[in-house]
């Protein structure tokens, strides 16, 4: 989500994510809401949300001095989304189990 709109994005992938999962037999809500939260944890370049793209018009950044801190931060964000995700969200929504929903398709 770091050249297009998070949302707009998320919404691209989320039917293919839900496709993949059901074919390889897991829960399509572990790699959907994997995916939504990350689509939230763009921080390398001003396009990819509007408080970056504000930072950025201040004109006291750089490109590649956000890039070059956003890399570290999108590194980071990618390990607490998907520990999260599979440790509390298994607990709170039972992401271990295949919902009736998907194995009726």
């Known amino acids: 989500?770091?050249?297009t709109s998070n949302t707009a994005t998320t919404q691209m992938i989320l039917p293919i994510l839900a496709?993949?999962?059901i074919a390889m037999g897991m829960n399509p809500m572990l790699l959907m809401l994997t995916a939504t939260l990350s689509a939230s944890m763009a921080f390398m370049l001003p396009v990819a949300t509007p408080p970056n793209t504000i930072i950025f018009a201040s004109g006291r950044i750089k490109i590649y001095e956000m890039a070059k801190s956003g890399i570290a931060l999108n590194?980071?964000?990618i390990?607490?989304?998907?520990?999260?995700v599979y440790f509390i969200g298994t607990m709170i929504f039972d992401l271990g189990t295949m919902p009736n929903w998907a194995i009726a398709r």
């Open 75 to 77: 590194m980071i964000g």
């Open 1 to 3: 989500t770091e050249l």
């Open 19 to 21: 496709s993949v999962s």
């Open 79 to 84: 390990i607490v989304v998907s520990v999260i």
